[in-house]
C-alpha cells in the first residue's frame, strides 16, 4: 500500500534536525498524524555520518515500545537531504515541562520520579533488543539522552525519541556551528575519555535529568563546551538535599548511584534505575499516575501555545517541497534486494509491515 507525506506545520529544531507535523495518506484515504524529522542539510556533506544515521535509523525501525517513538520510514529529498517519519506525539517534551515547573518555582517530585521510571522502561527495552532470528544482543545505546529527547504526551505518556540521530551526530565535527552546543551537558564521564560507551552512559544521563528535575538547576553547564566537557569528567555532584530539602537522604543516593563517576559503581542497567526509584515511590506511598503526566502536559502545552507565533515560515515552506519529492530509502533498498516488485517511489513510501525484519537480514 502506497503512502504519501504532507506537511502541516514546522514544530521546532536544533542542532541535527528540525521537526514537523504531518500525516501520512494511503492510495485508499486513510490518514495518519506524523511527524517529519529532516536532517539538516550541512550533515549530509559528512559521509561518516550519513553512513552511521542509516545504520541506526535501520535498527530503529524495529524498536516497537510503548516508551519508544517508533520511526515509520527513512526517506531521503532529491537535494539529498534526509527525512524521518515517525509517530507523532501530541503534547511537550520534557525540556519544555522542565522550562514550565522552573518558571513558576515548582517541584512535582512524585512526577519527576514517575516520568524517570517510565523513561528507563524505553530505555532497558532498547538497550536488551536481541536480532529476531539470530538472538545476538543489538548493542543499542541512544548515547543522546536529554530533555528535548523524552516526549511527554497529552495522554499522559512518555516516550523516548531519537535512537537514530544519535551515534551519527558523535561523527559531526565540533567545529561545526550550533551542532553541538548544550549536548555536552548530558554526556556520561566516560564518553568525555573517549571510551566506547554502552547502556550504563544512558543511566548516568537519566540521573542528571532527575538531579535536574529535583533542584531547578543545570547540573553540568557552562560558558564553552570544552568548560562543560570539564564539568562532565569531573562529575562533582552538589547536594540536591542543600537546594531542595523534600528531597531526603535515601532519593539522594539513589540519584547519586546513576551519577557515579566510575561506571562500575552506577546502576548496570536502566531497568534497575527504574526500579529503584519505583520502590522509592511505592515506599513513601507516593500516588502519581499517567493522569499525573497528562495534567501537567495539558499545563506546560497552554503555557507554550500562548507564548508561539502562528506565522508560518519560509523554512516550512521549503521543507514542504522537499518531502513532496522525497524516496522511501526502505523501498529503494527492498527493490534493490528483489525482495519487493516495486515501480518509482518518488514521493511515495511502501507498506511498513516488514520493513524491519527485512533489513536486518541484511
Known amino acids: 500500500m502506497q503512502t504519501t507525506y504532507t506537511v502541516l506545520e514546522r514544530l521546532g529544531g536544533g542542532g541535527q534536525a528540525e521537526v514537523f507535523r504531518g500525516t501520512a495518506e494511503t492510495v485508499k484515504g486513510f ?12 550533515l549530509t556533506s559528512n559521509p561518516q555520518f550519513v553512513t552511521m544515521f542509516l545504520d541506526e535509523a535501520r535498527l530503529s525501525l ?18 539529498g537531504t534526509y527525512f524521518l517519519v515517525m509517530e507523532y506525539v501530541d503534547g511537550v517534551d520534557l525540556k519544555a515541562l522542565i522550562a514550565y515547573h522552573n518558571e513558576h518555582q515548582t517541584r512535582d517530585l512524585a512526577l519527576a520520579l514517575f516520568i524517570m521510571v517510565e523513561a528507563s522502561k524505553g530505555l ?3 538497550h536488551t533488543l536481541d536480532h529476531p532470528h539470530t538472538g545476538k544482543p543489538l548493542g543499542i545505546v541512544h548515547r543522546d539522552i536529554s530533555p528535548p529527547n523524552i516526549m511527554l504526551s497529552k495522554n499522559g505518556e512518555v516516550k523516548v525519541v531519537d535512537f537514530g540521530l544519535a551515534k551519527a551526530d ?5 567545529t561545526d556551528e550550533g551542532v553541538v552546543k548544550g549536548k555536552f551537558s548530558y554526556l556520561a564521564p566516560e564518553a568525555t575519555l573517549g571510551l566506547e560507551v554502552d547502556a550504563r552512559a544512558d543511566v548516568f544521563a537519566l540521573g542528571i535529568i532527575t538531579w535536574e528535575m529535583l533542584t531547578g538547576w543545570r547540573l553540568f553547564a557552562a560558558d564553552t563546551p570544552h568548560k562543560t566537557v570539564e564539568l562532565v569528567k569531573a562529575a562533582r555532584i552538589p547536594s540536591i538535599t542543600a537546594l531542595n530539602p523534600n528531597v531526603d537522604q535515601e532519593l ?3 540519584v547519586r548511584k546513576a551519577l557515579a563517576r566510575d561506571r562500575e559503581q552506577r ?4 531497568a534497575d534505575y527504574g526500579d529503584a526509584l519505583a520502590h522509592y515511590l511505592f515506599a513513601r506511598e507516593l500516588k502519581v499516575t499517567s493522569r499525573n503526566v497528562r495534567e501537567a502536559v495539558r499545563e506546560a502545552k497552554l503555557a507554550k501555545e500562548r507564548a508561539s507565533d502562528p506565522k508560518k515560515s519560509l523554512i516550512q515552506a521549503l521543507v514542504t517541497d522537499e518531502v513532496n519529492m522525497m524516496t522511501s530509502l526502505v523501498a529503494e533498498e527492498m527493490a534493490a534486494a ?20 527485512d533489513l536486518l537480514d541484511e
Not at 524495529?62 to 529529498?77: C, G, T
Not at 558523535?170 to 565540533?174: K, L, R
Not at 525482495?339 to 525484519?357: C, F, P, R
Request: glycine share 4%; aromatic share 8%; hydrophobic share 40%.
Open 31 to 42: 490518514k495518519k498524524a506524523v511527524a517529519i524529522k529532516r536532517v539538516l542539510p550541512h
Open 62 to 79: 524495529f524498536l516497537q515500545h510503548m516508551n519508544v517513538v517508533q520511526v515509520f520510514d527513512i526517506s531521503r529529498a532529491a537535494d
Open 124 to 126: 532497558h527495552y532498547a
Open 170 to 174: 558523535s561523527q559531526v565535527e565540533i
Open 252 to 254: 539522594e543516593g539513589i
Open 267 to 270: 546502576f548496570q542497567t536502566a
Open 338 to 357: 528483489q525482495l519487493h516488485k516495486v515501480g518509482d517511489t518518488t514521493g511515495e513510501t511502501v507498506n511498513t509491515t516488514n520493513w524491519a525484519s
